[in-house]
Structure formats: C-alpha cells, structure tokens
C-alpha cells in the first residue's frame, strides 16, 4: 500500500493532534468507555496542552485560512476549510480501516501471500482481499485530494469524494472484520469492535454522505445550490 503523505501546510497541525491522540486519547479511552462515559479528568491536561502550543505559537503556517475575521467571506471560509480538513478525515478513515484489516489477519492467523490468486484460497482471505482493494481505492482518493490542497488547487470535489469514499470504506471494513473474528471480534479486549463504534463518526462529520454525493453531484454538473438541492 502506499504511505500516505501529510501535506506541507497541515503537518504542523497533525504533529500536534497526534501527540494528544497518543499521550491523552488513547490512555483514557478504554477507561471511559468502561466508566459509563463519566467525564474524564484528563481532558483538562488536554486543554492545557493546546493553550500551550498556542502560546508558543505553531507559526502562520499552521493556520488554515485567514488569521482575520473577514465577514463578508465567512460562508466561502468555512467552505474552502472543509476542502482542507475533508481529506484529513479521509486519511483518519483510511488508518481506522487499515488497522482493523490488520488485526483482522492477525487474530485469524491469515498472512499475506501475493504470489497466489487471492480466489484459490477460502472466502474469508477473498473477502480480505476485496476489503483491501476498497482501501487502497480510497487511500488513492485521499493522497489525490490531499496532493491538491497542498498545492493550493481548487479540490472541492476530491475532498468530497476521497470523504465520502474513505467514510463508507470504514464503516464498512470495521463491521465486516468484527463480524469474520466472531467472538474475538466483540470481545472488549480487542480493539476491532472499538474500531467498528469509532468508524461511524469518521462517516458522519465534515459532511455526511449524504452531504458529499449532493457536492460532488453539483461540480460534476455545474449547478449550483439553489438549483440543486
């Protein structure tokens, strides 16, 4: 599969969320998950460590958009940010969806074999090779619409593709893997049915699917949105 490659502009940005997804999130989340979603203390740690890297200031380049409140363009803003953060989404989406196929060969003790036709082995390793080709097709959605948005091309329907692509991809891997694991699959010791809870919300914000197919369905035709609806 190929890695994909942050883009310039949002590396900053990513560095830091991913260093707060992994010394704040991912500790605490089981914990509240098992404590009946009672709020957990360690969000204020979370909300230190942004003021802190806001004060040190992550520099003009990290920002998306404009550091001025322009009002007269504060609807075309919101929109051209989603152009920017819809692929972040997708590669989010993308990684959820790699890990759980991961894992999923790991618990059924199924190694990768390229040599061979995936169709003359079970239907279990068919089905892993199908899953796969969906991800890969959505991770090449997400490089392109993150390659676009790094060199300040106009990606507004690649962002909503490689978001609506990624988006069903996961829900749809995540499931399917906690299904073929069986009882291991639902079992709270194992990540795979905390993936498959996770990947909803990676389909539902920065624009449902709904959302996306009525975008992408404007650009392709050249309406807008009053006329299309």
């Known amino acids: 599969m190929t890695d994909l490659e942050v883009p310039k502009r949002l590396r ?5 969320a991913h260093a707060i997804a992994v010394n704040v999130f991912r500790p605490i989340s089981r914990k509240y998950d098992l404590a009946e979603h009672v709020y957990p203390k360690e969000l204020d ?22 550091p001025e409140i322009e009002t007269d363009k504060s609807f075309a803003g919101a929109m051209k940010t989603f152009d920017n953060t819809r692929p972040v989404v997708a590669a989010t989406a993308c990684g ?41 097709a959505a991770r090449l959605f997400t490089l392109n619409a993150a390659w676009m948005a790094d060199n ?65 369905t404007r650009r392709v035709l050249g309406k807008s949105s009053a006329e299309l609806r």
């Open 12 to 16: 900053p940005l990513l560095e830091q």
């Open 45 to 66: 740690l979370l909300s230190a460590i942004i003021d802190g890297a806001n004060a040190g200031g992550a520099g003009a380049s990290a920002i998306l958009g404009s």
């Open 96 to 136: 959820v969806a790699r890990a759980a196929l991961e894992r999923t060969r790991e618990v059924l003790g199924l190694g990768r074999d390229d040599s061979r036709s995936p169709w003359l082995g079970t239907h279990v390793e068919a089905e892993l090779v199908r899953m796969g080709a969906e991800l890969d």
């Open 152 to 216: 300040r091309i106009p990606n507004s329907l690649q962002a909503s593709m490689a978001k609506a692509k990624a988006g069903r991809t996961v829900t749809e891997i995540t499931s399917r893997c906690v299904e073929l694991c069986g009882a291991a699959g639902y079992a709270e010791t194992d990540l795979l049915e905390k993936w498959a809870r996770d990947a909803k919300i990676l389909d539902i914000f920065e624009g449902t699917q709904q959302i996306q197919m009525l975008v992408v």
